[in-house]
């Protein structure tokens, strides 16, 4: 089949998502919000998300029209073309705007969560649908922007002669030129994740130390004054930040396996036919998996008393069922386009979404109270806080092993599948390369669904706060605990899920700096005034395009033997260390401030016995004001960062920390996404009441509490925020590519 009617399938999915994300908001919305007390309550939560996104967004508008600028000027002198800063800004308020939905509809939902829960026939199960639902208008957001975009730029790039030339070689420009737009989406993210994790922990850390362990209030008591910045937290981090963070990783995913496709079809000296049907295939893929995840959704539903593992099997149905019609429609997809190795590329896909699920197997076996990990670390709250924090390290890098094996089989049996081998020729190597691409396109086919279960997690915990807020009563209060405690689950899935994904993007994404280094080498080799540049080790244009990937690496010198790789290799390991730090003492220095504003309110007895209320406002402008002044300098690091290795070390120097930070950061986002993910389900394991050693408000409790602190910025803020900054660092890379090419010749 003609592959240019079957890419009309790609505006078409995310038309349908959209459509289904607005259906589920509406719906949403119809659901009854309770009593005044618990509208009092949402109103307060929507209300501080709202002013914190919006002044979040002031701050992150003024860097994108600065960056802009600086893509302007570089278009100007040939080192970019002339749409990169148009492609920049679409990106960047895409992924923007998702989080913004999905947030917003995560504030109005959380309310009708509690109410559904009211219901003593079918509480669990109108709360869990409601609740999912609500977070698929995230997942569905996510995917359906994502489409829009990449169909909408590659409809103009093809169409309206911005970009010259023919064939493949045309191919190959515009999927490079579309990859900038994933650097707008990855800069928004950063801010997103940090600023949100930021604002998310110290608010939790200053409500859990004081209320929980000095004072003995359950989880959400409305005397604790950080409790509505806790909520707003929730939405601001684990919905909008998550939403941004995604957005960046799936159309990074579709746009980098695209660009190497094209390249893949050049450098074997393909028809451009060839070349349109490998560009095709994961922008349609990532259709049918929008289209098919829709209907996994409706397939989630429980019954009343269910338990734990009950809870996530009626969530796991949905994903499996929508994985396995995924798997089966790639090939479909593959075999219409007219590939011809298609089934070693479906070997690909199939491979992609097998280690997308491994992968939240081993999260949930890590993270989830139902297993041993989680137990072994309650057991040592029993000889207070420090043990909590040992065994939760211990676990958490004993975690990391399984991710990494999978990450490693999955690449090689990726490889294995589109390459037919293992033989380091070129057209083997750019195959390979396209497969490892694609794999990860298919382990994020599913995440209208997978990125649904992700944003639930918010949705009950505010669900819980607003019921223990508005005096719901204890049966109530169980199920949305019961809710709660899978969404952190979910939550920690999700996030292990979006590491998973984030290193394979981040391969393909350094694949992809290869033909965009190769693309602007030919454009300043062919500009008279850059002409003695490339009397040397590059070329001119007309030769650089017939090279292969082996002879450009050679050209630069890409190589362990080359001492520039190897700093680089330390510098990029260091800096996702540095970027933890500088986030782990941003949340330590709000969260400090947060811990006095409560003490202090709480010193009023009239405030301690419920009969003044508390100044929430002030708690959520605290967390606010942290958050704005300390997400800046984290995020600029992984702009300036690359822009720096690439002045003083050129392009092998670049290469270095891509592969640095890639290796270093997956890692340790594992590490710490898993071990927060532990203490908080070990927290909540000893609050169930369901071994000897159980009860709230004990000193095994305040442990237990303690440990949950210290794991908050490590799973909340730091490690999620480490997948985008890897794939950030290649995005700017990738963009600034030229530059990186004139640093290397000077």
């Not at 081993?362 to 420090?386: D, L, M, R």
């Not at 979910?490 to 033909?515: D, H, M, N, Q, R």
């Not at 500088?582 to 006095?596: H, P």
């Not at 794991?711 to 530059?739: C, E, H, Q, R, Y």
């Amino acid at each position: 089949m003609d592959p240019q009617t079957l890419f009309w399938l790609v505006p078409a999915a995310s038309l349908i998502a959209l459509l289904f994300a607005a259906i589920f908001f509406f719906n949403m919305k119809k659901a009854d919000e309770g009593t005044d007390r618990m509208k009092e309550i949402a109103g307060y939560v929507r209300e501080g998300a709202m002013a914190y996104l919006k002044q979040q967004y002031k701050v992150v508008a003024i860097f994108f029209v600065i960056i802009a600028v600086v893509f302007g000027v570089m278009a100007y002198f040939g080192l970019q073309n002339n749409i990169v800063p148009v492609a920049f800004l679409t990106g960047g308020i895409f992924s923007g705007l998702a989080g913004f939905i999905g947030m917003k509809t995560a504030t109005y939902a959380s309310g009708r969560v509690a109410e559904a829960c009211r219901d003593e026939h079918d509480g669990l199960n109108r709360g869990l649908k409601l609740a999912f639902r609500s977070g698929a208008v995230l997942g569905l957001t996510v995917v359906g922007f994502g489409l829009l975009d990449i169909s909408a730029w590659y409809l103009i790039l093809d169409n309206t002669g911005l970009v010259q030339g023919e064939g493949v070689s045309k191919l190959v420009e515009i999927t490079t030129i579309m990859l900038t737009f994933g650097m707008g989406a990855s800069l928004q993210a950063l801010f997103a994740r940090v600023g949100g994790g930021i604002y998310t922990k110290a608010a939790d850390v200053g409500a859990d130390l004081v209320g929980k362990t000095e004072f003995h209030f359950n989880e959400d008591d409305p005397r604790n004054p950080a409790t509505i910045a806790d909520n707003v937290g929730d939405n601001v981090g684990d919905v909008a930040g998550m939403g941004a963070d995604l957005y960046e990783s799936y159309a990074g995913s579709i746009l980098a396996s695209a660009a190497l496709g094209a390249a893949a079809v050049a450098s074997a000296h393909g028809t451009a036919e060839q070349g349109l049907q490998m560009v095709m295939a994961p922008m349609i893929i990532g259709a049918v998996g929008a289209i098919l995840s829709v209907l996994g959704i409706f397939i989630v539903r429980t019954k009343q008393g269910a338990t734990q593992s009950q809870l996530m099997a009626a969530l796991n149905r949905g994903i499996n069922f929508s994985g396995v019609l995924i798997a089966l429609a790639a090939a479909g997809v593959l075999y219409l386009l007219g590939i011809e190795n298609w089934l070693g590329l479906w070997g690909s896909i199939v491979i992609g979404l097998v280690v997308g699920i491994l992968i939240g197997k081993v999260t949930e076996y890590y993270t989830s109270f139902e297993y041993k990990p989680v137990k072994f670390i309650a057991e040592n709250a029993t000889t207070g806080p420090a043990t909590v924090i040992i065994s939760g390290i211990g676990v958490g890098m004993i975690s990391t092993c399984w991710p990494v094996i999978f990450i490693v089989l999955g690449t090689i049996g990726a490889y294995l599948c589109a390459a037919g081998g293992l033989e380091f020729s070129s057209a083997n190597l750019s195959m390979g390369l396209y497969g490892i691409g694609i794999a990860a396109v298919g382990m994020l086919s599913t995440l209208g669904l997978t990125l649904a279960t992700d944003a639930y997690g918010p949705i009950s915990d505010n669900a819980g706060g607003n019921a223990e807020m508005s005096g719901l009563g204890e049966s109530v209060r169980s199920r949305t605990d019961a809710l709660d405690a899978l969404g952190n689950t979910t939550a920690a899935t999700g996030k292990g899920f979006a590491i998973g994904s984030a290193a394979l993007t981040a391969l393909a994404l350094l694949a992809s700096y290869i033909e965009e280094l190769k693309i602007a080498a030919g454009r300043l080799g062919d500009a008279d005034i850059t002409l003695s540049l490339f009397s040397g080790p590059v070329g001119k244009g007309a030769e650089v395009a017939t090279w292969d990937i082996a002879t450009f690496m050679s050209k630069f010198e890409v190589t362990l033997m080359n001492p520039k790789v190897l700093l680089g290799i330390f510098i990029g390991a260091m800096l996702s260390f540095l970027f933890c730090g500088l986030t782990m003492n941003a949340v330590g220095r709000a969260a400090k401030r947060m811990v006095e504003e409560v003490r202090s309110q709480l010193a009023d007895k009239d405030v301690l016995e419920g009969r003044k209320k508390a100044d929430y406002a002030r708690c959520v402008g605290i967390s606010t004001q942290g958050a704005q002044r300390e997400m800046i300098i984290p995020s600029l690091i992984a702009v300036v960062v690359p822009i720096l290795t690439g002045l003083f070390m050129g392009v092998a120097g670049v290469f270095g920390l891509l592969a640095g930070g890639l290796a270093g950061g997956f890692v340790l986002a594992v590490f710490m996404a898993n071990s927060g993910g532990a203490w908080d389900n070990a927290k909540k394991f000893i609050e169930t009441g369901d071994a000897p050693f159980c009860g709230k408000h004990t000193p095994i409790h305040d442990a237990s509490v303690v440990g949950d602190t210290v794991g908050d910025p490590f799973k909340d803020t730091s490690g999620p925020s480490l997948n985008i900054l890897i794939k950030l660092m290649s995005m700017v890379s990738i963009v600034t590519a030229g530059l990186n090419i004139v640093f290397s010749l000077l």
